[in-house]
């Protein structure tokens, strides 16, 4: 059994940075695919970012040179630093660790860009 639990979220003026944590327990991270995503209101749950256990990094359109996600395999904890922050990035950030039939969620943590 894995536990993910987010933080970092706030509020962040447009043009701003944040950076989000998720620290896991229960199992090694370095052995899971782990990623972020999240969902705005009214809106699916989407990808943002994701990262292998070799290293390997994926990112959706909107966010690509914006955001890096990143793993600390020794603390057991990823990371999201966003930079140059949008109105439209607004959204509850979750992290997901998945290995083979294994699918594990936080809880997720409030981002909101607004002036």
């Known amino acids: 059994q894995v536990q993910l639990v987010e933080s970092g979220g706030g509020l962040v003026q447009p043009g701003g940075s944040l950076r989000l944590s998720c620290a896991a327990s229960g199992s090694i991270l370095s052995n899971y695919v782990m990623g972020w995503y999240r969902q705005a209101p009214g809106k699916q749950r989407e990808l943002v970012a994701v990262t292998t256990p070799g290293g390997g990094t994926l990112y959706a359109e909107p966010v690509k040179g914006r955001f890096t996600i990143s793993r600390d395999n020794a603390k057991n904890t990823m990371y999201l630093q966003m930079n140059s922050l949008k109105p439209e990035d607004t959204a509850v950030y979750y992290c997901?660790?998945?290995?083979?039939?294994?699918?594990?969620w936080g809880q997720g943590t409030q981002v909101t860009v607004s002036s």
């Open positions: 997901r660790a998945t290995q083979t039939t294994y699918d594990y």
